[in-house]
């Protein structure tokens, strides 16, 4: 049983960074691809990032490129994404899911996820 838990979300002024972190209670090297979602109320999820973990590549959205890196942290069950000058509109409910096969940016295609984290980014 896989459980992810997203933490360090809080509030910032915009141009402030944040680093989140989500941490697995079951083994990320069944894992093939973990990754980081966001959402506002009444919106889907939308794709953030995502890291493979086998080749490292790493794919972002163009809305935060060249602004965060998902990265995995020295423990191995561990996620992170940095989030540099951050933007109002990076304000949302952050989720980071694993997958267990090579999936694209949809999020239905991700077997796990966590409850979340909230980002909040003021003006």
């Known amino acids: 049983q896989v459980q992810l838990v997203e933490s360090g979300g809080g509030l910032v002024q915009a141009g402030g960074s944040l680093r989140l972190s989500c941490a697995a209670s079951g083994s990320t090297f069944n894992a093939y691809k973990m990754g980081w979602f966001r959402q506002t109320p009444g919106r889907e999820r939308d794709f953030v990032a995502s890291?493979?973990?086998?080749?490292?590549?790493?794919d972002y959205a163009d809305a935060v490129k060249g602004r965060f890196t998902i990265f995995r942290d020295d423990a191995e069950n561990t996620v992170s994404l940095q989030m540099n000058s951050l933007k109002p509109e990076d304000t949302a409910v952050y989720y980071c899911?694993?997958?267990?096969?090579?999936?694209?940016?949809?999020?239905?295609?991700?077997?796990?996820w966590g409850q979340g984290t909230q980002v909040t980014v003021s003006s």
């Open positions: 890291l493979s973990w086998r080749s490292g590549f790493a």
């Open positions: 899911p694993a997958a267990n096969n090579p999936v694209g940016r949809a999020s239905r295609l991700y077997d796990y």
